[in-house]
């Protein structure tokens, strides 16, 4: 059956179909390839029904339970455990029942442990392209519904897991409520004019190579709203259009805007464990230089803090972070890039410490009046000080000295006390110059 036919369908009628035609055939593979996946259908007490009609996918790939809720007209809403709004709606009265499922990879991590729950997550995908269609598992095509132009069509309430997307132009697409795109193709999505309450997750929204089409995700003419993408990949183009209220996780993200901006957007590097710290520090840098490109230095001063805070950490792996040098270096040169990497270590930590890496002036405020207190109590115990055990003139001194470098009414006669209240004094300039420069810079909002 062509694209168009089922996108011709009510979405009732493409359910239906999908549940008949299409899960059955992905259904057994899953249960073929999964471990332990007939003991979680038992243990949950699921079957087909259930899980054909209220989400594939999620049944399969969330990762915390599932509320399963019947409403007083019979409507039957797949909830996530943890949404805020779902204490409201069993305070309205609106649910007659509800159920709780543990997804099969949250359940196969909680009682099979980590091992083999990355084992099974890791081949759980997309795994080649033959003839412009996905393949999952290498052996099972997607569904094809894209590769064709839809105008004012209906989305709402399908079922677009474990489909294909490629090439899917959508002119003015509107639905009410979310679209789980899971587990799916969305290569050269593009939409038209406004749209809402997209969700991506482990969706290929990009890929390296020629297609034969447009690869980025357009959105073009419209505001786009509740956009949410989990491990996808996203390279978005937005053109004369605002991004607002949405969520990008994982660190394989690129954007370009024309005309545009974007608002309340969260952006996190996502939880895969092999991404290493400068990979992380580089998606921040990106996210960063969009804010600065709309000017809006508060945001871009958030995820500049977030940039530097894992170039600090990277420096703690330096034959990753360096990796491509670590392997071709003799001895002598390892050592040399670990001295080099735990140099820029104690820079890193210095500036985290002092100022939060410009991003947070309060610190010098906190790193000085540690400094004086320091000094105050040194001064006050050692037996060379001109006042030890005078608690009140030690901490004048101490005060004085980090401030004005001394008024010269005390000052120190044991050479060890005088080259300290010297650094004390160095101390006190560099602190609050750090202290004036950073407020200056995050008082100065364009």
Same mark, same amino acid.
């Given at each position: 059956?062509?694209?168009?036919?089922?996108? %011709?369908?009510?979405?009732?009628?493409?359910?239906?179909?999908?549940?008949?035609?299409?899960?059955?055939?992905?259904?057994?593979?899953?249960?073929?390839?999964?471990?332990?996946?007939?003991?979680?259908?038992?243990?949950?007490?699921?079957?087909?029904?259930?899980?054909?009609?209220?989400?594939?996918?999620?049944?399969?790939?969330?990762?915390?339970?599932?509320?399963?809720?019947?409403?007083?007209?019979?409507?039957?809403?797949?909830?996530?455990?943890?949404?805020?709004?779902?204490?409201?709606?069993?305070?309205?009265?609106? &649910?007659?029942?509800?159920?709780?499922?543990?997804?099969?990879?949250?359940?196969?991590?909680?009682?099979?442990?980590?091992?083999?729950?990355?084992?099974?997550?890791?081949?759980?995908?997309?795994?080649?392209?033959?003839?412009?269609?996905?393949?999952?598992?290498?052996?099972?095509?997607?569904?094809?519904?894209?590769?064709?132009?839809?105008?004012?069509?209906?989305?709402?309430?399908?079922?677009?897991?474990?489909?294909?997307?490629?090439?899917?132009?959508?002119?003015?697409?509107?639905?009410?409520?979310? %679209?789980?795109?899971?587990?799916?193709?969305?290569?050269?999505?593009?939409?038209?004019?406004?749209?809402?309450?997209?969700?991506?997750?482990? %969706?290929?929204?990009?890929?390296?190579?020629?297609?034969?089409?447009?690869?980025?995700?357009?959105?073009?003419?419209?505001?786009?709203?509740?956009?949410?993408?989990?491990?996808?990949?996203?390279?978005?183009?937005? =053109?004369?259009?605002?991004?607002?209220?949405?969520? =990008?996780?994982?660190?394989?993200?690129?954007?370009?805007?024309?005309?545009?901006?974007?608002?309340?957007?969260?952006?996190?590097?996502?939880?895969?464990?092999?991404?290493?710290?400068?990979?992380?520090?580089?998606?921040?840098?990106?996210?960063?230089?969009?804010?600065?490109?709309?000017?809006?230095?508060?945001?871009?001063?958030?995820?500049?803090?977030?940039?530097?805070?894992?170039?600090?950490?990277?420096?703690?792996?330096?034959? =990753?972070?360096?990796?491509?040098?670590?392997?071709?270096?003799?001895?002598?040169?390892?050592?040399?890039?670990?001295?080099?990497?735990?140099?820029?270590?104690?820079?890193?930590?210095?500036?985290?410490?002092?100022?939060?890496?410009?991003?947070?002036?309060?610190?010098?405020?906190?790193?000085?009046?540690?400094?004086?207190? &320091?000094?105050?109590?040194?001064?006050?115990?050692?037996?060379?000080?001109?006042?030890?055990?005078?608690?009140?003139?030690?901490?004048?001194?101490?005060?004085?000295?980090?401030?004005?470098?001394?008024?010269?009414?005390?000052?120190?006669?044991?050479?060890?006390?005088? &080259?300290?209240?010297?650094?004390?004094?160095?101390?006190?300039?560099?602190?609050?110059?750090?202290?004036?420069?950073?407020?200056?810079?995050?008082?100065?909002?364009?």
């Amino acid at each position: 059956m062509s694209a168009e036919k089922f996108w %011709t369908m009510e979405p009732e009628q493409f359910n239906s179909w999908r549940k008949q035609n299409d899960y059955p055939r992905l259904f057994e593979v899953f249960r073929k390839k999964l471990p332990h996946f007939d003991t979680w259908l038992s243990n949950e007490s699921l079957n087909t029904e259930i899980i054909f009609d209220n989400g594939f996918a999620r049944f399969l790939g969330t990762n915390e339970p599932l509320i399963l809720c019947e409403y007083e007209r019979g409507e039957l809403h797949l909830f996530d455990e943890s949404l805020e709004q779902l204490p409201s709606i069993r305070k309205a009265g609106w &649910i007659l029942s509800e159920r709780k499922y543990a997804p099969y990879f949250y359940w196969l991590r909680r009682n099979y442990g980590e091992e083999k729950y990355t084992a099974a997550k890791r081949e759980f995908r997309i795994s080649s392209w033959r003839g412009g269609i996905p393949y999952f598992y290498n052996e099972v095509p997607l569904l094809q519904l894209g590769n064709i132009k839809l105008n004012r069509a209906v989305i709402s309430g399908r079922h677009l897991d474990f489909c294909s997307l490629d090439g899917l132009q959508m002119n003015n697409c509107h639905s009410n409520q979310h %679209t789980y795109v899971w587990y799916s193709s969305a290569i050269g999505l593009t939409f038209y004019g406004s749209s809402a309450f997209w969700n991506f997750n482990k %969706t290929s929204c990009w890929m390296h190579g020629d297609v034969g089409y447009r690869k980025e995700m357009l959105l073009t003419d419209g505001s786009f709203q509740d956009f949410h993408f989990k491990d996808s990949d996203p390279h978005l183009h937005l =053109v004369r259009s605002k991004l607002k209220m949405s969520s =990008v996780s994982g660190i394989n993200f690129e954007c370009i805007l024309e005309y545009s901006s974007f608002d309340s957007v969260a952006f996190d590097a996502g939880e895969d464990e092999y991404t290493n710290h400068l990979a992380k520090a580089r998606f921040f840098e990106k996210i960063k230089s969009l804010y600065s490109s709309i000017g809006n230095s508060v945001d871009a001063g958030r995820h500049f803090y977030e940039e530097q805070k894992y170039l600090l950490l990277a420096q703690l792996h330096p034959s =990753v972070t360096y990796r491509s040098e670590w392997l071709k270096s003799s001895l002598l040169q390892k050592a040399k890039i670990l001295m080099q990497s735990y140099f820029r270590l104690l820079l890193y930590v210095t500036s985290f410490i002092t100022w939060g890496f410009g991003e947070r002036p309060a610190r010098s405020l906190f790193a000085s009046i540690g400094l004086i207190a &320091i000094s105050a109590l040194l001064y006050y115990l050692h037996p060379g000080s001109v006042t030890v055990s005078d608690s009140w003139s030690s901490l004048y001194f101490s005060i004085v000295t980090f401030v004005t470098l001394g008024y010269g009414d005390i000052y120190q006669k044991a050479t060890p006390l005088r &080259i300290y209240s010297s650094l004390e004094a160095f101390g006190g300039m560099f602190l609050i110059g750090l202290f004036l420069a950073g407020y200056a810079s995050k008082s100065k909002q364009y």
